[in-house]
């Protein structure tokens, strides 16, 4: 049982070039998200899913774009790649929100992806 | 708004000492609260949770009670080992909002042989 697999683990780019990271989920989980994690700053939440064909942005959702691509992937696109975003992204899934339920589920989490943008 | 706030670390103990991380949070309505570990190298995995007042979460000999009166969700263990070393993250839940989950900033824990 693979859970939240994350692509790809490692990657160096230059300012300005543009990439995909993926995500995909066997678990049946209609609900994803995308974190990234700097030192001293936790994890912040950049886009979510609810559910398959929404969307919703998080709190630091500037210079990130997301793909709903179906129920099992998540990716999440940085068109023009800054500095700024060097970070370690991960991508999280959960059941879905349906009623007082959504606040009891728990998130699964992938390995992550460390992205240095030079 | 909702946030949680964690002991700053990094907390480094000897084996078998006993441990208390502290969490406080902030909430509208009534939260889920969530302990998550992190060890070197991986992702997030849930550590425990509870989701009402007086709850006690519990797993791998860590413990944590949701107390309401204080605002607190405190993590402890009996006596910690080396494998235990990682980074630890508090966390919220709410039904409302447009964040489904709220970390705190993390408490990295060094254990000693």
């Known amino acids: 049982n693979a859970g939240v697999t994350q692509t790809p683990k490692f990657q160096v780019l230059k300012t300005g070039q543009s990439m995909t990271l993926q995500c995909a989920q066997d678990m049946n989980h209609n609900s994803m998200y995308w974190y990234r994690q700097d030192p001293g700053m936790g994890l912040r939440l950049i886009y979510y899913?609810?559910?398959?064909?929404?969307?919703d942005k998080g709190e630091v959702p500037n210079g990130y774009n997301v793909s709903r691509l179906n129920k099992r992937e998540f990716s999440l696109r940085l068109e023009s790649a800054a500095p700024s975003q060097t970070s370690v992204y991960f991508c999280?899934?959960?059941?879905?929100?349906?009623?007082?339920?959504?606040?009891?589920?728990?998130?699964?989490f992938g390995d992550g992806t460390r992205l240095s943008i030079l | 708004g909702n946030s949680v706030t964690q002991m700053e670390g990094p907390v480094t103990l000897s084996e078998e000492a006993f441990l208390t991380i502290n969490c406080t949070y902030t909430a509208t309505g009534y939260p889920s609260l969530f302990w998550y570990v992190q060890y070197p190298g991986e992702g997030l995995q849930l550590l425990l949770k509870?989701?009402?007042?007086?709850d006690k979460g519990s797993n791998k000999g860590f413990e944590a009670t949701y107390r309401k009166e204080t605002t607190s969700f405190h993590l402890e263990k009996g006596s910690v080992q080396v494998s235990d070393s990682a980074v630890y993250f508090c966390?919220?839940?709410?039904?409302?909002?447009?964040?489904?989950?709220?970390f705190g900033k993390g408490t990295r824990l060094s254990v000693i042989a």
């Open positions: 999280a899934s959960s059941e879905k929100r349906t009623g007082l339920q959504h606040s009891n589920q728990p998130q699964h």
């Open positions: 509870a989701t009402k007042a007086d």
């Open positions: 899913s609810a559910s398959e064909g929404t969307t």
């Open positions: 966390a919220l839940s709410v039904y409302s909002g447009n964040t489904p989950l709220v």
